[in-house]
């Protein structure tokens, strides 16, 4: 069975860092981009960021909104992916999934939440 | 970013009924390799969301055939034949061809 569990979620002040973790199980992690997928209260998705392959050097990718505040990595040896996140702003607060968003099947999560506010 | 429109944001649908939603985006999402990278996304409330549809018409495994994608370029739409309970929620379409992949605002399907 798939799982992707997504955790590290919590109440933090404006300018605070909190890092979210998910473990995964079910599926060749290592063969598949991981993507950090947000979704404010009542709002739509945004991408906020992707790890690619160990093939590809670990490659990162952010959304604009979030560049040079969020670091996306991977353990592979863990199947597992992180997300941290420094310099937090009231407006990344959110339901966070990990994801595989253009994989095959259900590859999401079902996120760890974040509220950012003092 | 590439900018998504989806229309219309709300959908009340009688069911058994059909249904259609709208996508547009603001460049081309066709790709050499001749694919076309425009997915629909399904989101029950409560739950994570899942792929319908990927490259514009295919059908996710166990997803009933009732649903359909269609279009080209930078038009899309998808269909839903006969509206059944378990299809309320919220449906996005996605384009995967530009970093970042952006989502369009969702569309709200409620049974009237």
């Known amino acids: 069975e798939v799982q992707l569990v997504e955790s590290g979620g919590a109440l933090v002040q404006p300018g605070g860092s909190l890092r979210l973790s998910c473990a995964t199980s079910?599926?060749?992690?290592?063969?598949?981009?991981m993507d950090w997928v947000r979704q404010a209260p009542g709002k739509g998705l945004e991408l906020v960021g992707r790890?690619?392959?160990?093939?590809?050097?670990?490659?990162?990718e952010y959304a604009a909104s979030v560049k040079g505040r969020f670091t996306i990595s991977r353990d592979d040896s863990k199947n597992s992916v992180y997300l941290q996140m420094n310099n937090l702003k009231p407006d990344d607060s959110a339901l966070y999934y990990c994801a595989d968003v253009r994989a095959h099947g259900n590859l999401w999560g079902r996120g760890t939440l974040v509220t950012v506010s003092s | 970013d590439v900018v998504m429109t989806q229309s219309p944001l709300s959908l009340p649908v009688t069911l058994g009924q059909p249904a259609s939603i709208s996508c547009r985006s603001d460049?081309?999402?066709?790709?050499?390799?001749?694919?076309?990278?425009l997915n629909w996304f399904h989101q029950r409330p409560g739950q994570s969301p899942r792929r319908l549809i990927y490259?514009?018409?295919n059908r996710e495994s166990g997803v009933p055939d009732r649903f359909s994608g269609s279009g080209s370029g930078s038009d899309f739409t998808l269909k839903i034949s006969r509206v059944e309970a378990e299809d309320v929620g919220v449906y996005y379409c996605m384009q995967g061809l530009y970093w970042p992949d952006t989502f369009g605002q969702g569309t709200k399907l409620e049974i009237k």
């Open positions: 460049q081309s999402l066709g790709h050499s390799d001749g694919n076309t990278y």
């Open positions: 790890v690619k392959l160990k093939t590809q050097n670990y490659i990162t």
């Open positions: 490259q514009v018409s």
């Open positions: 079910g599926f060749s992690f290592s063969d598949h981009w």
